[in-house]
T-cell receptor
Framework: NAGVMQNPRHLVRRRGQEARLRCSPVKGHSHVYWYRQLPEEGLKFMVYLQKENIIDESGMPKERFSAEFPKEGPSILRIQQVVRGDSAAYFC?????????????FGQGTRLTVV | KQEVTQIPAALSVPEGENLVLNCSFTDSAIYNLQWFRQDPGKGLTSLLLIQSSQREQTSGRLNASLDKSSGRSTLYIAASQPGDSATYLCAVDRGSTLGRLYFGRGTQLTVWP
């Protein structure tokens, strides 16, 4: 029973390029979350998606960042025109639902380095 | 707004000691509190989940308690081992923002032989 799968594990991009991060949730989970961990900082929420819907994107920068969770396939976090400040670890989590007793499971993360 | 604070930020102890890690949160309207472990360069491993209606949860040498009304949780680690060395993260949700978790900065634990 595979957990949350993220790829790639490491990604290097030059300034101005696009970064695409993929996340496949635990089988049977329809709720996906993306978090960002900057060096020496805690994890910060970015976006919460269900299949084909963005539920809460209040933590995601308004420009250059977008996320989707299509009916088929993994969730994608896309960062356009990357800058050095985007260098961070990006974690995806999934859950079966929300509310009491709902456990979130995290992937291994994608470490983005912008050079 | 939900803010999560973890004390201490770092802890270094000899093997065999019993440890207490502390977590506090400002908004008590939560559904769940979750403790995670993060090893350097790795993802998060869920250790314990406590629902708001529960007072504590146990798994092996780990015991987590929750006092929702005062906004506090403690993670107790018995008979610590070098393999317990990692960063321990506390996270809570919030009733008004379903699903998302609010994290503390973590306690970096080192257990030396």
């Amino acid at each position: 029973n595979a957990g949350v799968m993220q790829n790639p594990r490491h990604l290097v991009r030059r300034r101005g390029q696009e970064a695409r991060l993929r996340c496949s949730p635990v089988k049977g989970h329809s709720h996906v979350y993306w978090y960002r961990q900057l060096p020496e900082e805690g994890l910060k929420f970015m976006v919460y998606l269900q299949k084909e819907n963005i539920i809460d994107e209040s933590g995601m920068p308004k420009e250059r960042f977008s996320a989707e969770f299509p009916k088929e396939g993994p969730s994608i976090l896309r960062i356009q025109q990357v800058v050095r400040g985007d260098s961070a670890a990006y974690f995806c989590a999934s859950s079966r639902g929300t509310g009491g007793g709902t456990e979130a499971f995290f992937g291994q993360g994608t470490r983005l380095t912008v050079v | 707004k939900q803010e999560v604070t973890q004390i201490p930020a770092a802890l270094s102890v000899p093997e065999g000691e019993n440890l207490v890690l502390n977590c506090s949160f400002t908004d008590s309207a939560i559904y769940n509190l979750q403790w995670f472990r993060q090893d350097p360069g790795k993802g998060l491993t869920s250790l314990l989940l406590i629902q708001s209606s529960q007072r504590e949860q146990t798994s092996g040498r780990l015991n987590a308690s929750l006092d929702k009304s005062s906004g506090r949780s403690t993670l107790y680690i018995a008979a610590s081992q070098p393999g317990d060395s990692a960063t321990y993260l506390c996270a809570v949700d919030r009733g008004s923002t379903l699903g998302r978790l609010y994290f503390g900065r973590g306690t970096q634990l080192t257990v030396w032989p």
